[in-house]
């Protein structure tokens, strides 16, 4: 779901709030040195432990990471911060609301498939396996009332009796659509 610009942005931002611009500067050169190492691992030159990301993946991560470092050097640099503040950057605010609203457009769109199938939660999806007698036989019904067979399955279940003593039964009944 996220980018690996969202991603870097994310950590980024994070890890710099209260950081002065010596500390930022920094983290630059440390983000050039995971980048050049993740690049020379994705060439075969270094290895990369089972449980770790794709090699793909972290290197492009680290290179948005750099990116991003270098963005609020220069943006502390230039307005003259001493200290970074996540609020006063504007366009990491952009960012962070941005993903703040597709996190929550994602957790919502899950919420309501986790109710969609929770409302077919009751509902049961069977491949039955008839005689070839019964099967004529519900043919035959779905013939005369223009159902498919299914539908005279679903029909015949919805009206299914269960005794004291545990036996079924199915009152008479005519298949309608």
């Keep these: 779901m996220w980018s690996a610009q969202d991603v870097a942005r994310d950590q980024v931002r994070r890890q710099a709030d209260g950081l002065d611009v010596a500390a930022v500067a920094e983290k630059v050169a440390e983000a050039a040195v995971r980048e050049r190492e993740?690049?020379?691992?994705?060439?075969?030159?270094?290895?990369?432990?089972?449980?770790?990301?794709?090699?793909?993946?972290?290197?492009?991560?680290?290179?948005?990471?750099?990116?991003?470092?270098?963005?609020?050097?220069?943006?502390?640099?230039?307005?003259?911060?001493?200290?970074?503040?996540?609020?006063?950057?504007?366009?990491?605010?952009?960012?962070?609301?941005?993903?703040?609203?597709?996190?929550?457009?994602?957790?919502?769109?899950?919420?309501?498939?986790?109710?969609?199938?929770?409302?077919?939660?009751?509902?049961?999806?069977?491949?039955?396996?008839?005689?070839?007698?019964?099967g004529r036989l519900v043919r035959v019904v779905a013939g005369r009332t223009g159902l498919r067979p299914s539908e005279v399955l679903a029909q015949l279940a919805e009206r299914i009796v269960v005794g004291e003593g545990g036996t079924v039964s199915v009152p008479p009944f005519a298949p309608s659509s």
């Excluded at 994705?42 to 090699?55: A, H, P, Q």
């Excluded at 609203?101 to 899950?110: D, K, N, S, T």
């Design 38 to 134: 993740t690049a020379e691992r994705l060439r075969g030159n270094g290895s990369f432990y089972e449980f770790e990301m794709d090699r793909e993946r972290l290197a492009v991560i680290w290179l948005a990471k750099h990116a991003e470092w270098r963005r609020v050097r220069d943006l502390m640099t230039a307005a003259g911060w001493s200290v970074y503040e996540p609020e006063q950057d504007v366009q990491g605010s952009v960012w962070a609301r941005e993903r703040e609203e597709r996190l929550a457009g994602a957790l919502a769109a899950q919420a309501a498939l986790g109710e969609r199938r929770g409302e077919g939660a009751d509902e049961l999806r069977a491949e039955v396996r008839l005689s070839a007698a019964s």
